[in-house]
């Protein structure tokens, strides 16, 4: 665990020094908001309706955007082999970066869902803790998925480009259950109504972390 | 203290290293030299547990690498091409994550050590892009050394170093010599590469083609082998 957190500190202390990541998914997030307000006919269909499945796919493309970078910094001066050489094991490695890009995108879904708030007049709904919680497990699966596929695609000419190809179908299952707990808890309905929502996304998480810890090791070995 | 048998690495068709056997005892200093795409740097790679290879065995005191083995790893410490620095971190932390993951204690202490040793006692705040590159070469040495490795493995280590860097980096050296560390340098550097070397070889086309313990050949005569080597082999 202390080599998880010692990766946790390198990754944030990276992105403080850069901002490269998130000023880039900061931006896409409120383009992404006042785009998708204009789009919309609100005389046709009510914001409302549509917002919840807006505001996932604006974090799984804005996760994609920043996310496909995570190994980006590793490589400009081959640090990635020296930590591939260090004794931490690689799993450790894995939920270290892993953690850390829970810790950006959380952030991220954070201000997706705030924007959206302010262009579609969404109210936070009467179950504010249970709304971060469907985001916080649906982001946690995400990047569990998308810091493995990063691994992936960084040693593959296509690069970021193949990561989307790789990702999207495998998640499928946290949009359609994020997007329905987050309609019906902006919609106020109550909590027990999407508690199998969110103990699939919890099902989910904990499944992409496990896979993703035990596979790295294969993706980055030479 | 290091066993190589056999070592073979492919990269599709191409062959980098064919069947290498290498025997160093605690304390020596091999270098060896070669052509370009001799193999070098994928030998090293081997050695340092950084590459899989596709045949054979290396053993570190008897205890065969083992990529899952993370202990096996704090024997050893390289310096590669590439620095494996962040760019955007400071020289100090630079030395500090490394330090941590390795499980160092008192960094507090050993950081300003190890950065002194190397001429950078006033440069551990600074940004290692703002570094010279003889800088940032003798920050991958410190990085390489924090942990005090049994096994030294070196890649072109004087590359691009002014004669200042090159006299701190031959000093490092020295000491590691002195206290019985293993080490194995890739070089083009004749001069720097026998001035510490204790055996010497010549690898081309993925196979050590000649070796000699280093105090049997003085420079002209390196030379001249170096040349009969490379010229002569098949």
Redesign the interface.
Same mark, same amino acid.
Do not use: D, N
């Given at each position: 665990m202390r080599q998880v957190g010692v990766i946790v500190w390198k990754d944030l202390l990276l992105e403080l020094r850069t901002r490269e990541r998130f000023a880039a998914m900061g931006s896409f997030a409120v383009l992404a908001g006042v785009l998708f307000n204009f789009s919309i006919d609100a005389s046709l269909v009510r914001p409302q309706d549509v917002a919840a499945g807006l505001i996932w796919m604006t974090i799984v493309f804005d996760g994609l955007l920043g996310l496909g970078r995570t190994f980006h910094l590793e490589g400009e001066d081959g640090a990635f082999q020296g930590v591939l050489m260090s004794p931490a094991p690689k799993d450790a490695i894995f939920l270290g970066k892993a953690i850390s890009n829970f810790v950006l995108l959380y952030a991220v879904a954070l201000l997706v869902l705030g924007v959206f708030m302010l262009f579609f007049g969404l109210e936070i709904g009467s179950s504010p803790l249970a709304l971060l919680l469907a985001l916080g497990l649906g982001v946690l699966g995400f990047v569990a998925l998308a810091t493995l596929f990063a691994a992936v695609s960084s040693g593959t000419r296509m690069g970021e480009t193949m990561l989307p190809i790789l990702v999207f179908p495998l998640l499928v299952p946290m949009v359609i259950y994020g997007a329905g707990a987050t309609g019906r808890l902006l919609a106020g309905r109550p909590v027990a109504e999407v508690a199998g929502n969110l103990r699939v996304l919890a099902a989910f998480a904990l499944v992409a972390l496990a896979a993703g810890a035990g596979l790295f090791r294969f993706v980055v070995e030479d | 203290m290091v066993e190589a048998r056999g070592l073979v690495r492919e990269y599709g068709a191409v062959v980098a290293v064919d069947g290498v056997d290498l025997t160093l005892g605690e304390g020596e200093f091999l270098t060896v030299f070669g052509p370009n795409g001799a193999g070098k740097s994928s030998l090293l790679?081997m050695l340092?547990?950084? @590459?899989?290879p596709t045949r054979g065995t290396v053993a570190v005191r008897g205890r065969p690498l083992d990529?899952?083995d %993370?202990?096996w790893?704090?024997s050893?410490g390289?310096v590669?091409?590439?620095?494996? @620095?962040?760019?955007? @971190?400071t020289a100090e932390?630079n030395l500090r994550?490394?330090g941590?993951?390795?499980?160092l204690p008192d960094l507090d202490e050993l950081i300003p050590e190890r950065l002194a040793r190397v001429g950078l006692a006033d440069r551990a705040r600074f940004? %290692?892009h703002k570094l010279s590159h003889g800088m940032?070469q003798r920050l991958a040495l410190a990085?390489a050394l924090l942990h005090d490795p049994e096994l030294v493995l070196l890649d072109e280590p004087y590359t691009g170093l002014d004669p200042a860097a090159a006299a701190v980096l031959r000093q490092v050296l020295e000491e590691l010599g002195d206290r019985r560390r293993t080490v194995v340098m890739v070089t083009h550097n004749l001069t720097e590469g026998l001035a510490l070397a204790t055996r010497v070889a010549i690898q081309i086309r993925g196979r050590l083609a000649w070796q000699s313990v280093a105090a049997d050949v003085d420079r002209a005569g390196f030379e001249h082998r170096y040349h009969e080597v490379v010229e002569g082999w098949p």
């Open positions: - | 790679g340092g547990g950084a @590459l899989r990529f899952g %993370v202990a790893r704090r050893i390289m590669s091409h590439r620095g494996f @620095l962040y760019p955007q @971190l932390e994550f490394y941590r993951l390795f499980g940004a %290692v940032r990085r």
